[in-house]
């Protein structure tokens, strides 16, 4: 298994561009969801999706767009880039969102908005 | 408002000692806390977690304890190594969804030989 993978890796947007940050699961898990990481906040919940077809939003989804159009996909997408968007990015998953099921975390993208 | 916090944005222990990172919440309704450890550029991997109905759990090395009275959870590395060099995030949720994770600003733990 390849577990959660997301790419790219790295990114550098202009302030206004739209892009889609891709992550992918093989573990046929039900939830999966995305975080942002900033320097001095810890790792913040933007989307998550309970299983295909639903989403919702967590702590800090504006500017953001989720869908869920099958179980292994969760792409998130940036509508017009902010500099305020530049962080690090983790896309996770479990098997469901029930429970004290294990997150299972991708390597993360690093986003830079000029 | 952050309701996790870990006050301690480093730690440095020496190799063979016992390693102690704190975590404070505020949010009474939080029931279930977790460690999480990351490595540079890799994502924060799940290291032990502990219900609100215990006080301590235990994983080799690693032990989690539960102050819910104080609203306090350590995290305790006995003993120190090399490997365990890290990023340590605290996490909690509630009953409001399992794997809604508020997480700590995390502790930087440097592991000297």
């Known amino acids: 298994n390849a577990g959660v993978t997301q790419t790219p890796k790295f990114q550098v947007l202009k302030t206004g561009q739209s892009m889609t940050l891709q992550c992918a699961q093989d573990?046929?898990?039900?939830?999966m969801s995305w975080y942002r990481q900033d320097p001095g906040m810890g790792l913040r919940l933007i989307h998550y999706?309970?299983?295909?077809?639903?989403?919702d939003q967590g702590e800090v989804p504006n500017g953001y767009n989720v869908s869920r159009s099958t179980t292994e996909d969760f792409p998130l997408r940036l509508l017009s880039a902010a500099p305020s968007q530049t962080s690090v990015y983790f896309c996770?998953?479990?098997?469901?969102?029930?429970?004290?099921?294990?997150?299972?975390f991708g390597p993360g993208t690093r986003l830079t908005v000029l | 408002d952050q309701q996790v916090k870990q006050n301690s944005p480093s730690l440095s222990v020496q190799e063979g000692r016992i390693s102690i990172l704190n975590c404070d919440y505020t949010?009474?309704?939080?029931?279930?806390f977790l460690w999480y450890k990351k490595y540079p550029a890799e994502g924060p991997t799940f290291l032990i977690s502990?219900?609100?109905?215990?006080d301590k759990n235990e994983d080799g090395r690693f032990t989690v304890f539960l102050n819910k009275s104080a609203k306090h959870l350590s995290l305790h590395i006995v003993p120190s190594q090399p490997g365990d060099s890290a990023v340590y995030f605290c996490?909690?949720?509630?009953?409001?969804?399992?794997?809604?994770?508020?997480f700590g600003q995390g502790t930087r733990l440097t592991i000297n030989p």
């Open positions: 996770a998953s479990s098997p469901t969102s029930f429970g004290t099921d294990t997150q299972y």
């Open positions: 573990m046929n898990h039900e939830y």
């Open positions: 996490a909690a949720s509630g009953f409001w969804g399992a794997q809604k994770l508020v």
């Open positions: 949010n009474s309704m939080f029931d279930y």
């Open positions: 999706s309970v299983g295909a077809g639903i989403t």
């Open positions: 502990i219900s609100s109905i215990k």
